[in-house]
């Protein structure tokens, strides 16, 4: 094979990534410079895949890296060292533009608390994203109707956020992270500020989105809400510590 060929086909290899895995996660570090020549590495060689409509929680201690790890997944940070497909594009290499057009197209988001504008209604806080994109007013309006409907908040589009419970917020923020039809949903402590009763509540409305053909990745520190996921990745000093089966789906 000639020298050009096979350069073409290593490139190929580099920009098309792994195939059959939504997430990849390759040797994934991130070192942070802290001044007078000292560094903390929050993630030391992190390697992780994850299907389509996989279901996967992220545990670990504060300070565990978990967040970091989150972050770079979502793209919200770019990593130090290492490579991060999504759908299999190398995403690890994009610049901050491209970065925001991927968090845009393909990731939904669902925080702990809530983000949502006080002052907007629940439909226009779900049509935020369309917005963003340009999507024309009709089609969106429609699609952040349907939103609220699949998660039982029809009653509820024209209410502000002081005017909703705790767990109806965290419904239009799920309902906005579902928008835009992504990739994954990530979701960074979703029942933090939630009593149990209304915890269990969204995460039933996790299984519910997760056996529509959704993936969803879970960063939690609680191992009650991480046994509603699959599979559980512990992560513990920047590094993964275990990656199994939840104990409900274990056999």
């Known amino acids: 094979m000639a020298l050009n060929s096979v350069i073409s086909e290593v490139e190929a290899q580099q920009t098309s990534g792994p195939n059959g895995d939504m997430i990849v996660v390759e040797d994934l570090w991130r070192t942070y410079d802290m001044g007078s020549e000292q560094q903390v ?14 279901y996967v929680a992220i545990m670990g201690p ?9 972050n770079l997944i979502g793209c ?11 759908n299999s594009q190398l995403v690890s290499e994009l610049d901050d533009d491209e970065l925001a057009r991927i968090r845009n197209k393909e990731i939904g988001f669902v925080f702990q608390t809530f983000n949502l504008l006080s002052r907007a209604t629940s439909l226009h806080n779900v049509e935020l994203p369309l917005i963003y994109n340009g999507t024309p007013a009709a089609e969106r309006i429609e699609r952040a109707r ?30 906005r992270a579902l928008v835009n039809s992504p990739s994954i949903i990530l979701a960074d402590e979703p029942t933090g500020n939630l009593d149990s009763k209304t915890g269990v509540e969204i995460m039933t409305l996790f299984d519910q989105l997760q056996a529509k053909g959704n993936t969803i990745v879970l960063v939690t520190h609680e191992p009650d809400i991480a046994e509603y996921a699959h599979r559980v990745v512990h992560i513990r000093d920047g590094q993964i510590y275990s990656d199994e089966p939840s104990k409900r789906f274990k056999k």
């Open 76 to 86: 919200l940070d770019t990593p130090s060292k290492g490579k991060y497909w999504l």
């Open 41 to 54: 590495h929050a993630l030391r060689g992190v390697n992780v895949r994850i299907k389509q409509n996989e």
């Open 146 to 175: 349907q939103a609220l409907i699949n998660v039982g908040l029809e009653s509820r589009m024209n209410h502000k956020p002081n005017e909703l419970s705790g767990g109806q917020r965290q419904r239009v923020a799920i309902a």
């Open 62 to 70: 504060s300070g565990s890296g978990k967040s970091t790890l989150m």
